[in-house]
């Protein structure tokens, strides 16, 4: 399925491609749900090698798919031509945490795999390649990948915290029996993990705050806030899996927001530049307003109460002490 890629279609790599998440992100990207449906592509498909035979599979369905706008699909275990004149580029492969891993030995499995994959985005993909990292751990992972490759500038490459994000709109909208289109002033802060700080002291429902209707902050740290932290680990724990339907919906809407741009304030991980306290260099969810061909800004100005603040620097330390670990075992 190659044809020549005319310039006007969009390349994009998705990495881990045979794994569970690609196989509900591949048709949402192919069917131009994401891009438009005007926008051809060409996908890109990275997997490590014991995983080719696997993504052959994957490549045949999507084949099979017949997607209008799915112009080529290259399958490779060579991260130089998977990310050969990438526009876009979703880092969804990593090394899995196994029972029994600390969070130094997964740092140890994915800092090496990050570092070659900036190398060759950095000397092989288009010099505006727009960068979203999935695998965990998600924030410390874009750090690697940001610091080895100098040639992306730090605010082309973020991480996944969209998940979280929707997540906190879901249970918002849940608890308080509202469409989730009218839930607006909800927000992921810091690390993609159980520290992330899920902020809904400004959500609002049709402009209406709603806090007080969520039980007030003290319900709000019992119960609702452990519900968003602890969601990952209940799916894993129901499905015997990690979420990937839902994940690969948060990667759509992540990229859609930020390649399309978005009316709407979402989450993203990305550089801090020393916004609201937090250290520069490290990736940091923050409420963003994404502009439109790939711009966004930080959204500034928000005056952070006591209670926000206390997790937010939880989070910010905890991340900090992960850069640390992960920067400690580079050679
Ligand atoms: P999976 O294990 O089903 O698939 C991962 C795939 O990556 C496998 O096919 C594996 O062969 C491949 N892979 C491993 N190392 C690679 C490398 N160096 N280059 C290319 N491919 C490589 O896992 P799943 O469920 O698809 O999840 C993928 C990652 O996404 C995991 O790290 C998971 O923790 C993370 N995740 C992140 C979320 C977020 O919100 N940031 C949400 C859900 C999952």
């Not at 007030?216 to 979420?243: H, N, W, Y």
Request: charged content about 20%; aromatic content about 6%; overall charge negative.
């Amino acid at each position: 399925m190659t044809s020549p890629t005319h310039p006007s279609v969009l390349t994009v790599c998705v990495t881990g491609a045979a794994g569970q998440i690609s196989y509900s992100l591949l048709p949402i990207l192919a069917n131009g749900h994401v891009f438009g449906i005007n926008q051809p592509i060409a996908l890109r498909l990275l997997e490590i090698t014991p995983a080719l035979p696997a993504l052959s599979g994957v490549s045949m369905e999507l084949i099979d798919g017949s997607y209008p706008l799915l112009r080529s699909v290259v399958e490779t275990d060579d991260p130089a031509h998977a990310f050969k004149g990438a526009d876009v580029a979703v880092l969804v492969g990593a090394f899995p945490r196994k029972h029994g891993m600390e969070r130094k030995d997964l740092l140890a499995k994915n800092v090496p795999i990050f570092q070659k994959q900036a190398y060759a985005l950095n000397q092989f993909a288009s010099p505006d390649v727009k960068v979203l990292v999935v695998g965990n751990p998600a924030n410390t992972n874009a750090l690697i990948l940001s610091k080895f490759a100098p040639n992306i500038p730090p605010t082309n490459v973020s991480a996944l915290t969209r998940l979280d994000h929707n997540r906190a709109l879901a249970q918002v909208a849940t608890r308080l029996d509202v469409p989730i289109h009218s839930v607006d002033g909800v927000c992921i802060w810091g690390n993609h993990s159980s520290t992330q700080y899920p902020d809904v002291v400004r959500a609002s429902v049709h402009g209406h705050p709603v806090l007080d209707k969520l039980g007030g902050l003290e319900r709000v740290a019992e119960d609702f806030i452990p519900t968003i932290q602890k969601r990952g680990a209940a799916i894993i724990k129901a499905r015997g899996l990690s979420s990937a339907m839902s994940a690969a919906n948060a990667i759509a809407d992540h990229l859609r927001s930020w390649i399309c741009g978005d009316d709407r304030i979402v989450s993203m991980a990305v550089h801090a530049d020393g916004s609201y306290g937090i250290k520069e260099g490290v990736f940091f969810s923050y409420p963003v307003r994404c502009l439109g061909d790939g711009d966004y800004e930080i959204v500034r100005g928000i005056d952070l109460d006591h209670f926000s603040r206390k997790y937010i620097d939880a989070t910010a330390e905890e991340l900090y002490a992960e850069r640390d670990e992960a920067l400690s075992l580079l050679i």
